[in-house]
Structures are given as C-alpha cells and as structure tokens.
C-alpha cells in the first residue's frame, strides 16, 4: 500500500519589544547576567497583576494581516495550567478559543519551483503568549540552574492546517515565515538562538484516504535543516510500522541530530490536561470596531503600515529586474546585500540608465563577487568599503566595454576593502580597455619576439598558441587589452608574416 503524509507546524517567535509581555522588565535576548531582568510579576508573586504590552499585540496583528488572517473584533487572554520549574507562576498567560488571528495563508514563495512557489499553506491560528525561563543544566548533570531573564518574553505561535505533504514543504514555510517576520520587524526569529522554534506534527494515510491518521509530535527542533530530516525520517519511520500492519502510537518525540534519529519522549496517555480558564487579571481586548475610537487599533492604519512583504520583493525582482528565482532568493534572504542591491537600482534608474541587461549584470556581480569575496575574505558588512555610486560607476563602465571583466573584477575587491571611486581609479591607472591598434602593435610585436615557441606552433597549424600569445599580451598590459582586438590582431600579424 501506498502511504502519504500529512504534516503540522506550530511555530513560536519571540517578538521584539522593549519590554515584556506583561511588567515593565526589558525584552533582552543578549542579556548575559542570569536573572537581572525579572520583578514580582513575571515571578508571578501573590497580589501581582499583569499589563497587557500594546506593542506585542501590534506586532502580531501585522503578522496576521501579512498573511490574510481574519482579525476577529475581540480577543482574549488564558490560562494554561501547568507545572514545571522553568514557569515560575505555575501558568502560562496564553490565549485559547478566542486568538488574536483567525486563518490565513502563507505561500510556499521562495520555492525555486514556480509551480512549488504558488502553493499555499492554510494557517489555522496566530496567537500571543509569554515564554518560560530557561533551565541550566549543570555538566554532571548534578543540579540545574534556572535563569528567569527570558520568563514572560512575548511570543508568537503560528499553527498551520494539516496539510504541509514533506520535509521539504515544511523547510520551506519555516524558512518564509523567518524572513517573513523579520521583514516586518517582529521578531529576529534565530532559529539557534532559539528566537524561533518549530514543533513539527506528522501522520501517514493511505493514499486516497481522507481521514488522517495517527500523529507523533516531534520538538526541539532548531534549524531548518533538522526540520526537513525529521520529517524524511519520520515518513520512512511511521511507513515501516505501517507496512507492518502495526499501529503508530501518539507520542512526543525528540530529535537526535548526532544520530539522525526522532525517539520517544512523551506518550499519549501522560498527556496533560491544561484546565484552560479565561485570565481573571486581565480585561478581554476589543480589538477593533467600525466606530471610530471604539478599538484598541485602527485595522486600515495597521495595513498601511505594512511594507513591501517578501514575496512582493521577489515578484518585482523577477519581473521587474530580470532575476533569476534563485538570484532574487540571495538577495532576499542577505539583507545587507538586499539593501546595497536597492541602492543600486535606484542609482541606475536616476542616471536613466537602466535596462535588462546592465540589471543582470550588477546582480551577477553582486551575488558572485561582491558577497563572494566578502564572504571569503570573511569581511563585516560594516566594514565594506564599496559604495553603491562607485558600484554602479565600475558597473557601467564594464557594460560599455571601457574596461576589461579582470579588471573590472580587481577594482571591485581592492574597492570593497579599500573604498574608492571606480572612475578615478580606472583614469588615474590607464586601466581603460585598449581597443586602438596602433597602441596595441608595439606590444604585440614584442610578444611574438619573445615566444617563438609559439609562434612556431601556431604557424603548423596548432590553433591553440593563439590564446598563450593573447594571454600574455594581457598580461603585459595588466588586463585592459581588449583580447579580442589582441587576437585578431595577432592573427592578422602571423598571417602576413607567413605569406610574406
Ligand atoms: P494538539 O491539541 O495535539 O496540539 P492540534 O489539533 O492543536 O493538536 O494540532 C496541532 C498541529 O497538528 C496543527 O498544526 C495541526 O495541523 C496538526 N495536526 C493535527 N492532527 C494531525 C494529524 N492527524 N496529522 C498531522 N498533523 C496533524
Ligand atoms: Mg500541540
Ligand atoms: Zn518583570
């Protein structure tokens, strides 16, 4: 029998605030003294009350607009009882049937399949909560320290439809709603920093069948990459128990990335019971209303608010610019590369001279040399020297053949450490392409005088030599010969001498 799988995420992010979601502690994720943000409320001290932050909700409510969500008029925060040192409250403040994001749909966009990239992922729910405390763990695992700093951070969980079908798809939605959050300034959603965290839902059904199977959870998962194994073993995992004529058991399981493995942590039957109630501490939210005034937020100032999404980005950078679906990825997911690349459009289309070709061409050179060398070369982006204008000076230059690509491609790394401006360095260095044959004969005579071999050669009819006598031509004149001028000129030169 044939087995397919259906899949669930449940994704949380820490959202970006100043303070936490519900006291006036700093939001600090690079706080390296344990325990300095904290007070009697994210403690959860008796005869403490909890404020709502406005900005968590904000946040968001732009998320859910992002992504076509229904914003219902009210909402409301929960309790969700449960014990574990890393709560120090003994609940977390969460939301339970009233979310403040209904539905919704996020594309698997930055698929390099056309066809892939237009399918689209129902979305359940986005809704907000706190985060716990973190617990650590000594390395004879004798005691266990806990560091409160991170208890009552606000986050985000997003739940999408069963309806992901492979390791694959998943990787991708995860890697879309990243950028996706970091494109609206949400959250940095570091997935090994933990800013972003998937837990993975998957069963098997035969094909054909409608009713879903059996799931088993899978959690700590902290990179995209162990999310798309997971799930390739998981597939293979629950189809071999399948093809049994066993029976998957619902549990919790653990991913082993040493290993490649899931294992079992939790079963089905020591699954909690939350007790959900509504939070007596809290007012329920009235979010919107079509009276003025009557809500927390104005919906169609929130939606102005948001900016060009990534999807629009690629779509733009496609048909607009020229790009190719995994050139406009590079850029999407490099900001700083996305925003030196923004740059040098809009210098292009300033000086009028913008066109298909010349866009091909600075991409190409910014995603290949520019991000190759800086990448090598391990250079901060803080520390580039390049700038746009002089980019786009080296750039057309080259479009106009004025230089030759070695140099081109020279200038462009000394720039990059060094700085600089393209035309000066290109004038003040003679490095202009040399196309005139009456400064180029000279220095071909010169060749053809040093490399009899060569000639030799070419006059038996080895048509090879010609390329050795070009390239030393180049490199006579450090790359600004044009090598097609050398050659014919060479060529022409042997020519006469042979019939002479
Ligand atoms: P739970 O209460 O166990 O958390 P939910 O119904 O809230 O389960 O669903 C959690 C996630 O699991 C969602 O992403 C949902 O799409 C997914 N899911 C639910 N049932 C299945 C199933 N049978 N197979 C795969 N995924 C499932
Ligand atoms: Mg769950
Ligand atoms: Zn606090």
Redesign the pocket.
């Known amino acids: 029998m044939k087995y397919e799988a259906?899949?669930?995420?449940?994704i949380h992010a820490e959202l970006k605030t100043k303070t936490k979601m519900f006291c006036s502690c700093l939001n600090n994720p690079e706080e390296k003294i344990p325990n300095k943000n904290i007070c009697p409320v994210c403690l959860g001290h008796p005869g403490t009350l909890p404020v709502i932050n406005k900005e968590a909700v904000r946040k968001v409510l732009l998320v859910g607009l992002a992504l076509h969500s229904e914003i219902p008029r009210y909402s409301k925060f929960d309790r969700k009882n449960y014990f574990y040192p890393d709560l120090p409250k003994g609940y977390q403040i969460s939301q339970y049937d009233q979310p403040l994001c209904k539905g919704g749909e996020l594309s698997l966009y930055l698929s390099q399949d056309k066809e892939e990239a237009q399918k689209k992922i129902k979305i359940?729910r986005v809704h907000l909560e706190e985060d716990t405390g973190k617990l650590i763990h000594s390395p004879d695992k004798k005691y266990t320290l806990i560091d409160f700093n991170r208890a009552g951070v606000p986050l985000m969980e997003l739940?999408?439809?069963?309806v992901i079908t492979s390791g694959r798809e998943a990787r991708l939605f995860a890697q879309g709603l990243q950028l996706l959050l970091r494109t609206l300034r949400v959250s940095e959603a570091d997935m090994e920093k933990g800013q972003m965290r998937c837990e993975v839902?998957?069963?098997l059904r035969p094909i054909g069948e409608e009713k879903?199977?059996?799931?088993v959870?899978i959690k700590n998962l902290n990179s995209f990459r162990a999310v798309e194994r997971a799930i390739e073993f998981e597939i293979q995992r629950q189809s071999e128990i399948l093809e049994r004529g066993e029976k998957v058991i619902q549990e919790t399981r653990g991913w082993d990335s040493q290993k490649g493995i899931t294992y079992s942590q939790r079963k089905k039957e020591e699954a909690q019971d939350y007790r959900y109630f509504p939070e007596p501490d809290l007012p329920p939210l009235h979010i919107w209303d079509e009276e003025k005034e009557g809500g927390l937020f104005d919906l169609e100032k929130l939606r102005e608010e948001l900016p060009e999404l990534p999807w629009e980005q690629k779509e733009k950078m496609i048909t607009d610019y020229n790009l190719s679906p995994v050139q406009a990825n590079t850029l999407l997911l490099d900001n700083n590369l996305l925003n030196f690349w923004k740059k040098v459009i809009e210098i292009l289309q300033e000086k009028k001279v913008f066109n298909n070709k010349i866009s091909n061409l600075v991409s190409n050179y910014l995603i290949s040399d520019v991000k190759g060398f800086v990448e090598t070369e391990k250079i901060e982006w803080e520390k580039v020297k390049l700038s746009p204008v002089s980019f786009v000076q080296l750039m057309i230059l080259l479009e106009k053949g004025k230089i030759s690509s070695r140099v081109a491609k020279d200038i462009l790394q000394e720039m990059i450490v060094k700085g600089g401006e393209a035309e000066s360095i290109v004038r003040e260095r003679g490095l202009e392409k040399v196309t005139a044959p009456e400064q180029l004969l000279p220095l071909i005579q010169e060749v053809i005088k040093e490399n009899p071999k060569a000639v030799e050669d070419y006059k038996k009819g080895k048509e090879n030599a010609i390329k050795f006598l070009v390239g030393q031509g180049m490199a006579k004149t450090k790359g600004s010969a044009d090598p097609k001028v050398l050659e014919k000129l060479i060529q022409k030169i042997l020519q006469e001498s042979n019939s002479s």
């Open positions: 259906v899949i669930g995420l449940e359940t739940v999408t439809e069963p839902n998957i069963s879903l199977g059996t799931k959870e």
